[in-house]
Every structure is written in structure tokens, then in C-alpha cells.
T-cell receptor, first 116, second 115 residues
Framework: DAGVIQSPRHEVTEMGQEVTLRCKPISGHDYLFWYRQTMMRGLELLIYFNNNVPIDDSGMPEDRFSAKMPNASFSTLKIQPSEPRDSAVYFC??????????????FGPGTRLTVL | AQSVTQPDIHITVSEGASLELRCNYSYGATPYLFWYVQSPGQGLQLLLKYFSGDTLVQGIKGFEAEFKRSQSSFNLRKPSVHWSDAAEYFCAVGAYNFGNEKLTFGTGTRLTIIP
């Protein structure tokens, strides 16, 4: 298995531009998670999906952020408009199921976003 | 709500020395506990996990961790570190029930290895 795939690996954009981050979870995993990692705030859960349905988006910082999962093999995290304070590493993770002994999340390599 | 505390922000250890990274959690029921490692520029990799049973769990790369319910701790240990162990280590706690699938991560401990 190729693991969780994220693209792009690096993104540099200017303030006000739209940014779209992409994630392909591990095949057969029911859960998909989006995290943001910064020096100041550490690793924060933004949103997670179960079977393509958003379950908890309480970590999404504001309306400029949105996430979708149109099918079991693809998810996007969009920031519109982007701001310099959105600069961070964004991780996608997937899990086969949770609440049991398979409650383990597999992380992608991350997308490093820089907003100028 | 669950929470995790990693009291050591940065630890420096000589190569070949033993290592212990501390993790304390707060959760009202039986927790799931995890240690992840993050090398520079990489994603998080699972080192080991505890769900139930034996409180001493073995992981990859020679790491182990011990769950101590009375102390609400899940400290990570390695008897002899290698230069390749230099990385950031995250402890995480998860809920033991469906309907709460979040993992809560600690702030991490950065490990530096000196020759």
C-alpha cells in the first residue's frame, strides 16, 4: 500500500489567493482526518470524516476553511482567501476504524503551506 | 475531554545512553494511548500503542512504553539511543468508544542526540 498521499508537498502563495490541499487516504479506511501543525499551537485536529461524511468540524478555524470528501479515495481542504497566519504544515491521516483496537491513524507526509 | 501533557519540550541525550520521555494524560475512562515519532520534514509514524492487557508494550525501533493507570502516565523508553532517533515525539490519547474518534496529541518532545 502506498500509504496516505498528499499533494502538493509544498505550496507558496500570496495572501488572498485560494489554496487547495489534496489527500488520498489508504484504501479501505473509513476515517479521514485533517490536522494543522504550527510551532505555536502544535498539532490541531481541524475536521474528520467517517465514510465521506463530515463528523466534527469544530477545529476548523473560521469560514475561510472548508473541507470536502466527494468519495472514499479523495478529500480536499480549501482556504479562501488565504492569510499569512495560515502558514503551517497540514497533515491528512486515515484510520480503518476507531473505537476499537484498530484505532490507529496513518499520517501522510504533509503539505507545507507558506502564505506571503 | 481528554488531554495530554508532555512536560519536556526538549531533551538531549548522548548516543548509547538510555532514554525516557514522559507523558501524562487525562481521561475519564479507559484510554487508548499512542506514541508517534516525527522526523524532520516527515509525517508522523506510529511507534507503539496501548489498548488493554499487558501494561508494558513493545514498539518498533526498540522502543517500549509502560501504562501506569495510578499515575495517568505512559512514558516512552529506550535502553540505548542511536543518532537516528533524533526526532520529535508525540504522545496521544484516544477515547475507548465509538462516537468519539478524536486523538488528542501532546505538544511534543524534541530529542537531540549528541555523539
Amino acid at each position: 500500500d502506498a500509504g496516505v498521499i498528499q499533494s502538493p508537498r509544498h505550496e507558496v502563495t500570496e495572501m488572498g489567493q485560494e489554496v487547495t490541499l489534496r489527500c488520498k487516504p489508504i484504501s479501505g479506511h473509513d476515517y479521514l482526518f485533517w490536522y494543522r501543525q504550527t510551532m505555536m499551537r502544535g498539532l490541531e485536529l481541524l475536521i474528520y470524516f467517517n465514510n465521506n461524511v463530515p463528523i466534527d468540524d469544530s477545529g476548523m478555524p473560521e469560514d475561510r476553511f472548508s473541507a470536502k470528501m466527494p468519495n472514499a479515495s479523495f478529500s480536499t481542504l480549501k482556504i479562501q482567501p488565504s492569510e499569512p497566519r495560515d502558514s503551517a504544515v497540514y497533515f491528512c491521516a486515515s484510520s480503518p476504524r476507531t473505537g476499537g483496537e484498530e484505532n490507529e491513524q496513518f499520517f501522510g507526509p504533509g503539505t507545507r503551506l507558506t502564505v506571503l | 475531554a481528554q488531554s495530554v501533557t508532555q512536560p519536556d519540550i526538549h531533551i538531549t541525550v548522548s548516543e548509547g545512553a538510555s532514554l525516557e520521555l514522559r507523558c501524562n494524560y487525562s481521561y475519564g475512562a479507559t484510554p487508548y494511548l499512542f506514541w508517534y515519532v516525527q522526523s524532520p520534514g516527515q509525517g508522523l509514524q506510529l511507534l507503539l500503542k496501548y489498548f488493554s492487557g499487558d501494561t508494558l508494550v513493545q514498539g518498533i525501533k526498540g522502543f517500549e512504553a509502560e501504562f501506569k493507570r495510578s499515575q495517568s502516565s505512559f512514558n516512552l523508553r529506550k535502553p540505548s539511543v542511536h543518532w537516528s532517533d533524533a526526532a520529535e515525539y508525540f504522545c496521544a490519547v484516544g477515547a475507548y468508544n465509538f462516537g468519539n474518534e478524536k486523538l488528542t496529541f501532546g505538544t511534543g518532545t524534541r530529542l537531540t542526540i549528541i555523539p
